[in-house]
C-alpha cells in the first residue's frame, strides 16, 4: 500500500505527498516499486519538479529499471523533454539499456520529435548501435516517424549503416511499408535505391509484403531487382499510369519489345494482393509509347525462392 502510494505521488507530481511519506516511512528515495526506481516513475510521467525533489533527496540518477533503463530513457520515450533536459544534464545521455538502446534510439522509436532533437543537442551519438546494430535513424524508420528520419538526416545520420543481420533503414522502411520514411531516404537523405541485404533489395522486400506504394515509388525511382540466373524484374506504365510488373525467367522470347517473359505464380499473387496488374502468359511487353514508360532492370541479387515465397 504504501509503495503503490509513493508510486502515484511521484507520477503525479504530488510533491507535498512524497515528502510526507518518504520521511514517515523513513525509506531511501531509491526504493525500487515493481522493478523500476522511484525516480524513474516521476521521469515516465513528465513530472520535472519530483525529478528534481528527488535527486535533491539524494536520488540516484544512474539506477536502471529490469530492462536496464534509466529514467532518462523513461522521459526520452515518453516525450517528456523538460525532464529530458534536466536529466541530460546529469547523467550520460548515450547510456544503453539491455538491448542496447540510447534515451535517442527511445525517442526516435516513439516518434518524439523534440526530444530526439534536445538529445542531440546535448550531445546523443546520432550513429550509435544497439546490440543487434541499430541505430537512431533505423528504429525511426521502422516506426515510419518520417519527420524524425528527416531530422536524423539532416544532423548527419549514416543512411547506409546496415543491422547485423544486413537490413539497413531504406530495407526495413520498404519491409514494412512506411512510404513517407522511404520518400525521404532516397530523396532526401540519397539513400542507395539498390542497396542488398540476405532477403533483398528494397524493392524486392517491398513487392514481398505487398506494399504497393512503396514498390510504385522505389520503380519510379529507378530501383532493380535481379532474382536467379537470368530472373529479374521489368516494369512499364500505361498511358493511364496502371503499372504492369513480371519477373523475366529463364526463356527469352523475341517481342515487339525483343522481350516477353514467361509468369511468375508468386510473383502475380503479391502483385494481386496490391491490386497491381501483371501481364497474362500470352500478353507480350508493349512496344515503347512516349504515355508509357518501360524499364528492364536487373541490379540486386537475391533468392527468388525467399522473395517470393507464399
Not at 507480350?284 to 512516349?290: G, R
Request: proline share 4%; aromatic share 4%.
Amino acid at each position: 500500500m504504501f509503495a503503490s502510494k509513493l508510486r502515484s505521488a511521484a507520477q503525479g507530481g504530488q510533491i507535498r505527498v512524497i515528502k510526507q511519506l518518504l520521511l514517515k516511512k523513513g525509506d531511501s528515495v531509491n526504493i525500487y516499486i515493481e522493478g523500476s526506481p522511484l525516480l524513474s516513475w516521476a521521469a515516465s510521467s513528465g513530472k520535472k519538479e519530483a525529478v528534481k525533489l528527488l535527486i535533491e533527496k539524494g536520488a540516484d540518477v544512474n539506477l536502471i529499471d529490469e530492462n536496464g533503463c534509466t529514467a532518462l530513457h523513461e522521459a526520452a520515450i515518453n516525450g517528456h523533454v523538460e525532464v529530458v533536459n534536466f536529466l541530460a544534464d546529469k547523467i550520460n545521455v548515450n547510456t544503453k539499456n539491455k538491448d542496447g538502446f540510447a534515451p535517442l534510439h527511445m525517442a526516435a522509436q516513439s516518434g518524439k520529435q523534440e526530444v530526439v532533437e534536445a538529445l542531440l543537442n546535448k550531445g546523443a551519438e546520432i550513429n550509435l548501435a544497439g546490440t543487434g546494430g541499430h541505430t537512431p535513424l533505423y528504429v525511426a524508420s521502422q516506426n515510419g516517424s518520417e519527420e524524425i528520419v528527416k531530422l536524423l538526416i539532416r544532423k548527419g545520420a549514416d543512411v547506409d549503416a546496415k543491422t547485423h543481420d544486413g537490413f539497413n533503414p531504406l530495407l526495413i522502411a520498404s519491409k514494412n511499408g512506411h512510404i513517407g520514411a522511404v520518400r525521404s531516404l532516397v530523396n532526401y537523405g540519397k539513400a542507395n535505391i539498390n542497396v542488398d541485404c540476405p532477403y533483398g533489395s528494397p524493392v524486392s522486400i517491398a513487392i514481398k509484403h505487398d506494399n504497393a506504394k512503396v514498390v510504385d515509388f522505389l520503380l519510379d525511382n529507378g530501383a532493380g531487382v535481379k532474382c536467379e540466373g537470368t530472373s529479374c524484374i521489368i516494369s512499364y506504365k500505361d498511358k493511364n499510369g496502371k503499372r504492369y510488373l513480371r519477373t523475366l525467367e529463364d526463356r527469352v522470347i523475341q517481342g515487339p519489345c525483343g522481350i516477353a517473359v514467361n509468369p511468375d505464380e508468386n510473383l502475380t499473387h503479391a502483385l494481386a494482393n496490391m491490386n497491381m496488374h501483371p501481364m497474362n502468359e500470352a500478353q507480350e511487353v508493349p512496344e515503347q509509347q512516349p504515355s508509357t514508360s518501360y524499364s528492364v532492370n536487373s541490379v540486386d541479387q537475391v533468392d527468388s525462392k525467399s522473395l517470393f515465397k507464399n
